[in-house]
C-alpha cells in the first residue's frame, strides 16, 4: 500500500493534496487543525490519518508523524526556516518516493533558498525532489497573486510529472509582483 504524508496542503493546496491522496492507500495528513479537515470524498477521507500537529514545535511533530513513516509521496508547504525538518521528513521518504516541496516567489531569487533546498537534497539520492515556486499572474496591467485553484494546478503538474522545479504563474518582472 502507497502512503502519502501532507504537510500545509488544507487551505490552497487542498485539491493537489487530492490529487496525492487519489494515489494513495492511506495519506498522513499533519496540520494545526488536521482533525477539522475533509476531502468531501468519502474514499479519500477514509485513507486520511489526522494528525493535530504545528511544526512550529518540530520535536513533537516529527515524533508524531514518524511512526508512520516511511512514505512514497509527499507534497508539502514548509516556511523556509524549517530546514531541519525538511531533512527530517527527507529522511522518513522510502526508496523511490517523490517529495515535492512548495516554496514562495522569495525562494526563487540567484541563490536563493530553492537553489540552496535542491543542493542540500542531494544527500538524499534515494528519492525524487520536485520543487514548486508560487509566482503571480499579469492580467490586464495588473499584477495578482496566483488563486488557490493555480497553485494547486502547478503543484498537480508536478505530481504527475516529477519535473525538478515547476513555477506556477510567473516570476518576472520581479518589481511587477502585487
Do not use: C
Not at 53 to 63: C, H, K
Not at 90 to 116: H, I, N
Request: aromatic content about 6%.
Amino acid at each position: 500500500m502507497r502512503k502519502a504524508l501532507l504537510i500545509g496542503t488544507t487551505g490552497m493546496l487542498a485539491q493537489a493534496a487530492g490529487e496525492l491522496a487519489a494515489g494513495a492507500g492511506k495519506t498522513v495528513l499533519a496540520a494545526r487543525n488536521a482533525s477539522a479537515f475533509r476531502f468531501a470524498n468519502p474514499r479519500l477521507d477514509a485513507g486520511l490519518r489526522k494528525i493535530d500537529a504545528d511544526y512550529a514545535r518540530p520535536s513533537r511533530f516529527l515524533g508524531l508523524i514518524r511512526p508512520e513513516a516511511p512514505f512514497d509521496m509527499a507534497l508539502t508547504w514548509i516556511r523556509p526556516q524549517a530546514e531541519e525538518m525538511r531533512n527530517a521528513i527527507a529522511r522518513m521518504m522510502a526508496k523511490d518516493a517523490l517529495l515535492v516541496e512548495v516554496m514562495g516567489s522569495g525562494a526563487s531569487r540567484p541563490g536563493g533558498f530553492a537553489d540552496k533546498r535542491a543542493k542540500a537534497m542531494r544527500l538524499f539520492p534515494h528519492i525524487r525532489y520536485a520543487q514548486v515556486i508560487l509566482g503571480f499572474v499579469i492580467e490586464d496591467g495588473k499584477s495578482r497573486w496566483l488563486t488557490h485553484e493555480e497553485i494547486s494546478s502547478a503543484a498537480i503538474k508536478a505530481i504527475r510529472s516529477g519535473d525538478k522545479r515547476t513555477i506556477a504563474g510567473r516570476l518576472e518582472p520581479w518589481e511587477k509582483r502585487p
